[in-house]
């Protein structure tokens, strides 16, 4: 009995599955996809700043090279704070990556609502 009512549900289903999305739920989709898109941009661009950031602080630390001179010194101080710079930038990326898919999440769920 419980296998001819599932048998019964399924092709109902499916046919719920496979029906067109109404043009909200296309203009909701739509949306989402545009906010990923922005998101990754921001997400592409800060890697790329924060990959050229570490590239300038390796540099510094080879200039630097293991002496201790007030100069080698002052070099692997800025190396280390360009790493900690490229962090914080990946980070502010990643924050406003994030409020940029909520912003989109929010606006297709508020056309969703109507």
Same mark, same amino acid.
């Given at each position: 009995?419980?296998?001819?009512? +599932?048998?019964? &549900?399924?092709?109902? +289903? %499916?046919?719920?599955?496979? $029906?067109?999305?109404?043009? !909200?739920?296309?203009?909701? $989709?739509?949306?989402?996809?545009?906010?990923?898109?922005?998101?990754? *941009?921001?997400?592409?661009?800060? /890697?790329? !700043?924060? *990959? *050229?950031?570490?590239?300038?602080? &390796?540099?510094?630390?080879?200039?630097? /090279?293991?002496?201790?001179?007030?100069?080698?010194? @002052? +070099?692997?101080?800025?190396?280390?704070?360009?790493? @900690?710079?490229?962090?914080?930038?990946?980070?502010? %990326?990643?924050?406003?990556?994030?409020?940029? @898919?909520? !912003? /989109?999440?929010?606006?297709?769920?508020?056309? +969703?609502?109507?």
């Amino acid at each position: 009995m419980r296998n001819f009512a +599932l048998t019964l &549900a399924l092709p109902a +289903l %499916a046919l719920a599955a496979c $029906s067109e999305p109404t043009p !909200q739920e296309q203009r909701a $989709s739509q949306i989402r996809a545009e906010a990923d898109a922005q998101a990754d *941009a921001l997400e592409a661009e800060a /890697g790329n !700043q924060a *990959a *050229a950031m570490e590239a300038e602080a &390796a540099s510094l630390a080879n200039q630097a /090279g293991t002496s201790q001179s007030y100069d080698s010194q @002052r +070099l692997n101080v800025r190396a280390e704070a360009m790493k @900690r710079e490229a962090e914080l930038v990946r980070k502010q %990326a990643d924050a406003r990556a994030k409020a940029v @898919r909520d !912003q /989109g999440q929010a606006q297709a769920s508020a056309i +969703l609502a109507q």
